[in-house]
Structures are given as structure tokens and as C-alpha cells.
């Protein structure tokens, strides 16, 4: 079965850790660049993080800068977001996203992405 797993998410306070994950089942990441992007109620999905597969080359949505690091280890067919220092604004459920096999950073929009997973809650709340 093709599908994208989130996990790892849940309640943490300010300031606080977590690491998501994104596992591939049935297709290779490899072959293409993923994105996490995020959710808040009331609000359009966002951009937050994307990883090309060319290149190694990332983007990080200016709120998560020097907190949030993406990785992905293609052995496991998994990508991580590492998120550090984390503020209530960071609540959301989170997505892990493929794109349509350009391999390519591009701008890390929801609209360059075409597989999804079922997303994963993130609270930051004290």
C-alpha cells in the first residue's frame, strides 16, 4: 500500500521538544522532495519545512528557523523534523507531504505536493 505515516506528535510545553517522522511505505522517498507542512484551526495550511532530493537543499519557513531541522534518512525511507524550542504558535497538526517526483526544492507550497499523510497533533501548552 502507498502511504505516508506521521508520528510523534503530541502535547508538550513551551520550550519544549519533539521529533516527527515520516514513513513511506510502497514507493521509495528517495525520488522525491517531501515537505512537513502544518495546520492551524482557522488557518491555511502552511509550508514549514522542505527537503529536496537532488541536492540535500531545505527550506525552513521564517518562524521555525534555527529550531526546526529536517532530515531524511532513505535507508529507513523516513524524514524527521526535529522541532526544538517549541512556542504555542507552533500548535497545529502537522502533514508530511511528497511531491510529484521533480526532486525539487521549489517554493514549499501545499500546492507542489500531491501524496499526504493523515497528519499528527502537535500542542505546545503549559
Known amino acids: 500500500q502507498v502511504q505516508l505515516v506521521e508520528s510523534g506528535g503530541g502535547l508538550v510545553q513551551p520550550g519544549g521538544s519533539l521529533r516527527l517522522s515520516c514513513a513511506a511505505s510502497?514507493?521509495?522517498?528517495?525520488?522525491?522532495?517531501i515537505g512537513w507542512f502544518r495546520q492551524a484551526p482557522g488557518k491555511e495550511r502552511e509550508g514549514v519545512s522542505c527537503?529536496?532530493?537532488?541536492?540535500?537543499?531545505?527550506y525552513y519557513t521564517d518562524s521555525v528557523k534555527g529550531r526546526f531541522t529536517i532530515s531524511r534518512d532513505n535507508a529507513k525511507n523516513t524524514v524527521y523534523l526535529q522541532m526544538n524550542s517549541l512556542k504555542p504558535e507552533d500548535t497545529a497538526v502537522y502533514y508530511c507531504?511528497?511531491?510529484?517526483?521533480?526532486?525539487?526544492?521549489?517554493?514549499?507550497?501545499?500546492?507542489?505536493?500531491?501524496?499526504w499523510g493523515q497528519g499528527t497533533q502537535v500542542t505546545v501548552s503549559s
Open positions: 507531504a511528497t511531491d510529484n517526483g521533480s526532486r525539487l526544492l521549489r517554493l514549499c507550497l501545499p500546492y507542489e505536493y500531491n501524496r
Open positions: 510502497g514507493f521509495t522517498l528517495d525520488y522525491y522532495a
Open positions: 527537503i529536496s532530493s537532488s541536492d540535500g537543499s531545505t
